[in-house]
């Protein structure tokens, strides 16, 4: 049974910053490219953020050089440290493979920014 459980979330004005947590349980691959997304009222869903089984990166152009991915071995999780936010980043922000596995979608974690 795999899980995955975003945290991290919440309220900030724009330029500012959040680390979002993605807490891996279960059997999933260590092998597998993880993901970010995130969806925001009225749109849908999209890939934000990537990693590879090495640690190759890629991002959405909307985020590309405010937003870094990465696993943290010791926690079991794979973090999304966003920077220089802004206001069209607001989205529920989701974990999971990528490409996406359906039953493996979490209840996100929301991200509001607003002054």
């Known amino acids: 049974q795999v899980q995955l459980v975003e945290s991290g979330g919440g309220l900030v004005q724009p330029g500012g910053s959040l680390r979002l947590s993605c807490a891996v349980s279960g059997s999933i691959a260590s092998f597998v490219t993880m993901a970010w997304y995130r969806q925001a009222p009225g749109k849908q869903r999209e890939l934000v953020a990537a990693?590879?089984?090495?640690?190759?990166?890629n991002y959405a152009d909307s985020v590309k050089g405010r937003f870094t991915i990465f696993r943290d071995n010791a926690r079991n999780t794979v973090d999304l440290q966003m920077n220089s936010l802004k206001p069209e980043d607001t989205a529920v922000y989701y974990c999971?493979?990528?490409?996406?596995?359906?039953?493996?979608w979490g209840q996100g974690t929301q991200v509001t920014v607003s002054s």
């Open positions: 999971n493979r990528d490409p996406p596995f359906s039953t493996y």
């Open positions: 990693i590879e089984r090495f640690g190759s990166t």
